[in-house]
Nanobody, 113 residues
Framework: QVQLQESGPGLVKPSQTLSLTCTVSGGSITTAYWYWSWIRQPPGKGLEWIGYISYSDNIYYSPSLKSRTSISRDTSKNQFTLQLASVTPEDTAVYYC?????GGQGTQVTVSS
């Protein structure tokens, strides 16, 4: 069974870059036809899809976040990462990495000075 674990700082200052890592175990991020996504849930709001990186290193971003988002991977560590630039308090959310219906526990990120 694939397991995912998010990691990264819980507090980011406005205008800085949010960086999160998802560590995958029980499966390879290069397994054919798997798409590894980042999603988030702001307080009191619904889930928002951020983007994905595929098994073949294709990347797709949500149009609303595309200009600030970068997703990459490190196959040697079986990890994929999220960077979100120029954050504002509106980027405060619980961030999840997911594959299919499996996901990490989520990590709270607060944007505040």
């Amino acid at each position: 069974q694939v397991q995912l674990q998010e990691s990264g700082p819980g507090l980011v200052k406005p205008s800085q870059t949010l960086s999160l890592t998802c560590t995958v175990s029980g499966g390879s991020i290069t397994t054919a036809y798997w798409y590894w996504s980042w999603i988030r849930q702001p307080p009191g709001k619904g889930l928002e899809w951020i983007g994905y990186i595929s098994y073949s290193d294709n990347i797709y971003y949500s149009p609303s976040l595309k200009s600030r988002t970068s997703i990459s991977r490190d196959t040697s560590k079986n990890q994929f990462t999220l960077q979100l630039a120029s954050v504002t308090p509106e980027d405060t959310a619980v961030y999840y990495c997911i594959i299919g219906d499996s996901g990490g526990q989520g990590t709270q990120v607060t944007v505040s000075s």
